[in-house]
């Protein structure tokens, strides 16, 4: 079965913390991706990563950071975490081909204090 | 630019009775691929049914079938039989030619509540 793990499911944080978010796929898949998701404005991609050490902005990447040192793990990092960053935030990998569906982790609701 | 519209924010259905989620796209690309996923209260998104533009047939997954109609370019989601549990929300997405990566555009969802 497909399993995309994000390690928490509710995060509280403070205004200038660092805040890292992580993400785990057990598919051997070489894409990954991070959104954020907020009502009304559907999901946004932050960044993605098609293989390992290698990262692409999305479509609001400003305030954010990604690292991806190994195939299954990929992190998205708030530098210094501001209140417009409190969403729910997602995560997905596929592995390519005709379909490459995207497969979802259950998501982290931050709030940033 | 690509774009998914979904301009149903909530919809109502009896149980047991057939809804249709609407999804309009307008995409550049000759070769392209609709998706629709859902999301129930949990939060988590779910893969329902894949539809590629090149494909002659409508997909149908289980209970879901997807209404492609190329040349209105829409992508609309038809669940037969609703249940409790397909209330949800539930979201139209689209992925241009872009390498092997995958990346998807989203609609801004509809939410679907199913009454008994």
């Known amino acids: 079965d497909v399993k995309v793990t994000q390690s928490s499911r509710y995060l509280v944080k403070r205004t200038g913390e660092k805040v890292f978010l992580e993400c785990v796929q057990d598919m051997d898949h070489e894409n990954m991706f991070w959104y954020r998701q907020d009502p009304g404005l559907g999901l946004r991609l932050i960044y993605f990563s098609y293989d390992v050490k290698m990262k692409e902005k999305g479509d609001i990447p400003e305030g954010y950071s990604v690292s991806r040192e190994k195939k299954e793990r990929f992190s998205l990092i708030l530098e210094s975490a501001s209140t417009n960053q409190t969403s729910m935030y997602l995560c997905?990998?596929?592995?390519?081909?005709?379909?490459?569906?995207?497969?979802f982790g259950a998501g982290t609701r931050l709030s940033v204090l | 630019a690509q774009k998914i519209t979904q301009t149903q924010p909530g919809m109502f259905v009896q149980e047991k009775e057939a809804v249709t989620l609407d999804c309009t796209y307008d995409?550049?690309?000759?070769?392209?691929?609709l998706f629709w996923y859902k999301q129930p209260s949990s939060g988590e998104m779910i893969f329902l049914i894949y539809?590629?533009?090149?494909?002659?047939q409508n997909a149908t997954e289980g209970r879901y079938s997807l209404n492609f109609q190329k040349a209105r370019k829409s992508a609309n989601l038809v669940i037969s039989a609703s249940q409790l549990g397909d209330s949800a929300m539930y979201f139209c997405a689209m992925r241009g030619i872009s390498g092997n990566t995958g990346k998807l555009i989203f609609g801004q969802g509809t939410t679907l509540q199913v009454k008994p």
């Open positions: 995409t550049s690309d000759p070769s392209y691929g």
């Open positions: 539809q590629g533009s090149y494909d002659q």
């Open positions: 997905a990998s596929s592995g390519g081909g005709a379909k490459n569906i995207q497969y």
